[in-house]
């Protein structure tokens, strides 16, 4: 789980208008930060099965907000893919 904070500063770097904390890229965004927390936890933890499935349903979820945000907004899509360093 991320911390306030960290989520905050997420939020911040990703947010379309000054009072966003809700957008698809900002959701996107949280759940790129906890896929890649628990991809560091799962590679020392390798037989941790029930975190794998949870990993596997955030990756899931992403991906359909990626493709919504594409399908709505290219622009914004490429712009996320760039911010958050993900391969299109």
Partial sequence: ????EKKKK????????????????VQAGILTKQIDL?????????KDNHSRRGLL?????RKKLMDYLS??????YKNFI?????KK
């Fill in 1 to 4: 789980m991320l911390k306030t």
């Fill in 10 to 25: 997420i939020i911040e770097e990703f947010k379309v208008h000054e009072k966003d904390t809700g957008s698809t890229e």
């Fill in 38 to 46: 628990l991809t560091k936890h799962l590679k020392k933890h390798t």
């Fill in 57 to 61: 349903k955030m990756v899931s979820k």
């Fill in 71 to 76: 399908k709505e907004n290219e622009e914004r």
């Fill in 82 to 86: 760039k911010k958050a360093g993900l």
